[in-house]
């Protein structure tokens, strides 16, 4: 799996939980950067031609998301793809990143509604069936 490609479409799993009621929150997109820097940036080894840490780019694609008005159902189901055609390298490490993430992003803003319990468990849900194939 190429770890940019990777944060990328993380970001667009941040960005469909953040704004599967509706609405991104400025709390939301500040818990997902305050992870970004406290658990990503620090193991993640790989940069870009520029030296961009590559955790960055799930920032990157969440503010593209935000800023094309993506829908958050069409991010939710590319970042299950993408996972999808790569579970082998999905490891437990970042199985367990992905799910603490989108719950923080989830419960930034006041507590986690039933649109984002459902995507959250849609996602642990397919997260275990990833589990099972490996």
């Given at each position: 799996?190429i770890?940019?490609?990777?944060?990328?479409?993380?970001?667009k799993?941040l960005?469909?939980v953040?704004?599967?009621?509706?609405?991104?929150?400025?709390?939301?997109?500040?818990?997902?950067?305050?992870?970004?820097?406290?658990?990503?940036?620090?193991?993640?080894n790989?940069?870009?031609e520029f030296?961009?840490?590559?955790?960055?780019?799930?920032?990157?694609q969440?503010?593209?998301?935000q800023e094309?008005s993506?829908?958050?159902?069409?991010?939710?189901?590319d970042?299950?793809?993408y996972?999808?055609?790569?579970?082998?390298?999905?490891?437990?490490?970042?199985?367990?990143?992905t799910?603490?993430i989108a719950d923080?992003?989830?419960s930034?803003f006041?507590?986690?509604?039933?649109k984002?319990?459902?995507m959250?468990q849609r996602?642990?849900?397919?997260i275990?069936?990833?589990?099972k194939?490996?």
């Amino acid at each position: 799996m190429i770890y940019k490609n990777f944060y990328a479409e993380l970001g667009k799993l941040l960005y469909a939980v953040a704004k599967s009621d509706g609405k991104v929150a400025e709390k939301e997109r500040k818990a997902m950067h305050e992870k970004v820097v406290k658990d990503l940036v620090p193991v993640e080894n790989s940069t870009d031609e520029f030296g961009t840490d590559s955790a960055y780019y799930v920032e990157m694609q969440f503010e593209s998301c935000q800023e094309q008005s993506a829908d958050p159902e069409t991010c939710f189901i590319d970042f299950i793809s993408y996972v999808d055609d790569h579970h082998s390298a999905f490891d437990a490490k970042l199985r367990k990143a992905t799910v603490e993430i989108a719950d923080a992003v989830a419960s930034a803003f006041y507590n986690t509604n039933s649109k984002e319990r459902d995507m959250l468990q849609r996602l642990k849900h397919k997260i275990q069936e990833f589990e099972k194939q490996q």
